[in-house]
């Protein structure tokens, strides 16, 4: 089982950036999709990004122009930069990875603050 671990959340003010990196112990090419997720208190979990295997990349419609996901299949690790947040950025971001045949893989979440 291929395990995913983020880093790069933290306290930011609005407007600000930030870049979270997503880093898996195996190979990302062993998942066809990789997506950024957030859940703010009291929400459900939403897909924030996400990128193919091939380098495709979709985002929600309330971070196109801000966010953007990226990924270094030497490092195998993905990116999401987050630029001009806004408080309701603010969330547990996580890191997911889907593979054909088996069930999904998630990291622990990175905390993202935006004050106002």
């Known amino acids: 089982q291929v395990q995913l671990v983020e880093s790069g959340g933290g306290l930011v003010q609005a407007g600000g950036s930030l870049r979270l990196s997503c880093a898996a112990s195996g190979s990302i090419f062993s998942f066809y999709y990789m997506g950024w997720y957030r859940q703010a208190p009291g929400r459900q979990r939403e897909l924030v990004a996400g990128i193919t295997s091939g380098g495709s990349p979709n985002y929600a419609d309330f971070v196109k122009g801000r966010f953007t996901i990226s990924r270094d299949n030497a490092k195998n690790t993905v990116y999401l930069h987050l630029n001009n947040l806004k408080p309701g950025d603010t969330a547990v971001y996580y890191c997911?990875?889907?593979?054909?045949?088996?069930?999904?893989?998630w990291g622990q979440g990175t905390q993202v603050t935006v004050s106002s």
């Open positions: 997911n990875g889907r593979r054909s045949g088996t069930s999904d893989s």
